[in-house]
């Protein structure tokens, strides 16, 4: 009854996971709050050419394939000589960016691919921060790895 609520209050291992755990969603909200500034101040919009590039090859990917993609010869990137894409990218972007619209297509979720590219960066960044934390957790201590994230 009693005794065993009180000694879960007071366990000191829960709440240290407690903790641990809500300074990774602090640092994961933290990161993509990062990320999602510019979506809020400049509505979901794609800025820059790297970006665009990437968003139109994943355009491509979806409407047509891996394989066409791996394939494509992009005559609009690189003028006048054109790219070959698969040869050329590192499809990083593209690929993940592609199954989470092939997932959601498959729930009956209609996302546009542009919305998904713009809000990838976010969810990585968030991503980024656990990365570090498991990643300088293993290489000092735990402590260390809060403080990275």
Known sequence: GKADIKSAMFNPGGWKSLLTFVILALAWLAGFSSR???????ESIIHEFDPWFNYRSTHYM????FYNFLNWFDDR?????????GGTV???LMV????IHWFLHT???????????VFL?????GMTSLAVYFFTKE??????GLFAA
Do not use: K
């Not at 999602?36 to 400049?42: E, G, K, P, Q």
């Open 90 to 92: 590192y499809p990083g």
């Open 77 to 85: 990137a690189w003028y006048p000589l054109g790219r070959i894409v």
């Open 107 to 117: 729930l009956n979720i209609p996302l546009h691919i542009r919305d998904i590219c």
């Open 36 to 42: 999602l500034f510019a979506v809020i101040r400049f």
């Open 139 to 144: 290489v000092w201590s735990q402590g260390a």
């Open 121 to 125: 960066a976010p969810i990585f960044s």
């Open 62 to 65: 979806v409407e047509r394939g």
């Open 96 to 99: 993940p960016s592609g199954a």
